[in-house]
């Protein structure tokens, strides 16, 4: 089979890396990839959310699947596009529709759908740009606080503000609404703070029926100590200590099922990914969030220890017979940290000389923001390189990624030291 992957990062590169494993997989090819997924196939230089180019690269390279990482192209109707044409309708699309993708696209509707099929989330109250007024006296005579503030939609991971204090949620409210994070804050959910610890639990689904995956727990926050703003994601562990089988059952439960359920009987075309980004408050799981596609470093930590072939999954997604497969987990813990450029997730400069990769042992590296040229490989992105390491327990694995992210150097080079340090 003749494979696109769409989007650039770390979870593309570690789907590149499982992709490649699978002897159903003939030809990988990346929409615009970076330095390591031109590992495992061939890079093309176009944009994952121009859709008409998209069609034609399908086309003019004979592709027989695609498969979606990030979550724009989904939110911008890659999915529809593709199905929408006959001469790409037979192609399966790994990923959600248009609608299916709303779920991530816009806090506000998710909350909506969580609200009517009895999905256990804090309370929540959604304003606009014309309503600002509303939003005020709502802060100042309802809320709080900690006072949760979140962008409508996509924000590249940065779009959650928790403010201490009233003022605060005020002054951030009218950043927000005033375009802070573009036209992904004209409108703001206003959220109720939830006090417990936060877990990532990612299902595959056919539509019909789903697999659950390993679970994860990542680090947003770029200072140690959980300190600082939030960004894309710093390090990541699966499995958590704290997830067992009982609070797992209450996850599928009251989570996954009825998430499953909702999106059949809304009729949303969904086959692909679902990330539930969850909290245990007591022993009680509640949804922060969901997300369309797998997380960003989770995946780097989860894919490491599913042991099945992916893009035989893949096939029973396009099949609906996701029913036959077991997910077979590696027993051990995977963990990764990821390597950031200075200034991340503020101002950073690009083009810097990665050194050191071929001195990494016993890790894997999945590049998120490099590129390549003269023979070099450089910083392009914020978040530049994932260490994933496997252990016998958490510790024994952040040692060894420890280790290998001292190895690997460039400019303004910044990791955190203490990923897991609340397990």
């Not at 004209?186 to 029926?209: C, N, P, Q, Y």
């Not at 059949?264 to 980004?277: M, V």
């Not at 017979?321 to 987990?329: D, F, G, N, V, Y």
């Amino acid at each position: 089979m003749k494979i696109l992957l769409l989007g650039n990062g770390g979870r593309e590169h570690a789907l590149a890396w499982k992709m490649a494993q699978s002897p159903l997989c003939s030809k990988l090819y990346f929409a615009p990839g970076n330095a390591g997924t031109a590992e495992y196939g061939e890079n093309v230089a176009i944009d994952p959310e121009d859709n008409s180019a998209i069609y034609e690269l399908v086309l003019d390279r004979s592709i027989d699947m695609v498969v979606v990482g990030p979550e724009a192209p989904l939110v911008n109707g890659v999915w529809n596009y593709l199905k929408r044409l006959r001469s790409t309708s037979h192609v399966p699309v790994i990923g959600p529709s248009m609608q299916g993708a709303k779920l991530e696209g816009s806090k506000a509707y998710a909350k909506r759908f969580m609200q009517e099929f009895g999905i256990p989330t804090a309370g929540y109250r959604e304003f606009n740009t014309s309503k600002a007024a509303a939003a005020i006296r709502f802060i100042n005579k309802k809320a709080v606080p900690p006072i949760v503030l979140k962008a409508d939609g996509l924000a590249a991971g940065k779009g959650v503000v928790i403010c201490p204090d009233k003022e605060e949620a005020l002054r951030e409210l009218q950043e927000m609404l005033s375009g802070k994070f573009g036209q992904a804050s004209r409108k703001v959910v206003i959220e109720e703070f939830l006090s417990g610890i936060e877990f990532s639990v990612f299902a595959l689904t056919d539509g019909r029926d789903y697999k659950i995956l390993p679970v994860a727990k990542d680090y947003k926050r770029v200072g140690e100590g959980d300190t600082g703003p939030n960004t894309g994601g710093m390090g990541a562990v699966s499995p958590p200590p704290f997830v067992d089988e009982k609070l797992m059952q209450k996850v599928e439960d009251r989570i996954i099922r009825p998430t499953i359920l909702g999106l059949q009987k809304r009729g949303i075309e969904y086959q692909g990914f679902l990330f539930f980004g969850l909290i245990k408050v007591g022993d009680d799981p509640f949804v922060i969030e969901y997300n369309c596609r797998l997380g960003d470093p989770e995946t780097e930590v989860v894919l490491p220890r599913v042991k099945n072939d992916l893009v035989e999954l893949f096939l029973a997604v396009k099949d609906r017979r996701l029913a036959e497969m077991k997910i077979i987990a590696d027993e051990r813990t995977a963990t990764t940290i990821m390597l950031v450029s200075g200034g991340y997730p503020g101002s950073y400069e690009k083009g810097k000389v990665i050194t050191g990769i071929e001195n990494v042992k016993d890790s894997m590296v999945f590049h998120a923001g490099t590129t390549s040229a003269g023979g070099k490989i450089l910083t392009n992105g914020g978040r530049v390189i994932a260490v994933t390491s496997l252990g016998r327990t958490f510790q024994d694995a952040l040692v060894i990624s420890n280790k290998n992210a001292t190895a690997i150097e460039f400019e303004g080079k910044y990791f955190r030291k203490d990923i897991g340090f609340d397990l």
